[in-house]
């Protein structure tokens, strides 16, 4: 199969933390642990060449910056962090697995098919992923103690500014097969304006080394269509926005769509046997 996009039709709805929190407690003991985790037995291999090392302390001391002080964060400010952790790291050549409004599902989907790497195996998301951190400019040598602004794609925002920088590296360096998973089963948009996948990832995709993309939709049976009749398919208009861009990224005949793959429908039985079809997959006569 070339590059993956896959629409799920999941029995989970995943969405985003809206309430504010603060800085994780910890912050520096945890980003440095799991850099030492990931560098000597994570990923050592397959991330990181073994001729190429990373100062853990050194990452810490490089991120910093970027929000000691500050209100807002720039990309500018992430550069010397970014630059270096993602030096030496090998291409991301089959592999690229983007995602949208399911974060949680991709994540589970990874753990079973790990030829697949997301954003967040990547060393700068691996190091942040799931904390909450942001800079107050009355604090000078420490990142904030107030509650952090809640998520939101604007500029200078500190989470979203560090996550779109991760995305766009990421992005920039997918090629060959790439998958895109985003969530069929939400009355929310399949591709949101203002999702990162939509207005950081595939922007920032080279349509010279991506080779293909399918975007796979595979319903289960007939039914789907009367019990989702609001949600997303390959003929939806948000899906049809997806697969024009790819469409320019790529060029004619590179991108097409099939629903709910088997991939896909297999997961989702593991974790609700009572979905429609599950039966005949996981007990077959």
Known sequence: MNGVLLLIFSAFVFTSK???EKTTPNLEEI?????????????????????????????????????????????????PFFDYA?????PLKDRALFWSRTREY??????HFPQYSTVSQMLPGYLLEG?????DAKIKNDFSNKECPEWESKEGHPLYTFWSVASKRFADAASGKITIMVNGSTNAPAYDQKSILRA??????????????????????DSYKQIFKNYHYCDSPDVKDLINALTKKLGKNKVTCEENPD???????????????????????
């Open 31 to 79: 980003v440095i642990g799991r850099c030492h985790y990931f560098v000597h037995a994570l990923f050592p291999n397959l991330y990181i060449p073994k001729t190429q090392s990373k100062d853990c302390k050194k990452l810490w001391k490089l991120l910093t910056p970027a929000f000691y002080g500050k209100d807002k964060t720039t990309e500018k400010d992430l550069k």
């Open 131 to 135: 904390l909450t951190f942001c800079g």
């Open 200 to 221: 950081i990832e595939i922007p920032a995709i080279d349509g010279s080394k991506v080779s293909s993309a399918v975007i796979s939709v595979y319903l289960t049976h």
């Open 18 to 20: 809206t309430n504010s």
């Open 263 to 285: 991939i896909v429908h297999h997961l989702n039985c593991v974790f609700n046997p009572t979905l429609h079809g599950c039966d005949a997959k996981i007990n077959p006569k």
């Open 106 to 111: 991709a994540a589970i989907f990874n753990q």
């Open 86 to 90: 993602l030096e030496g790291a090998k």
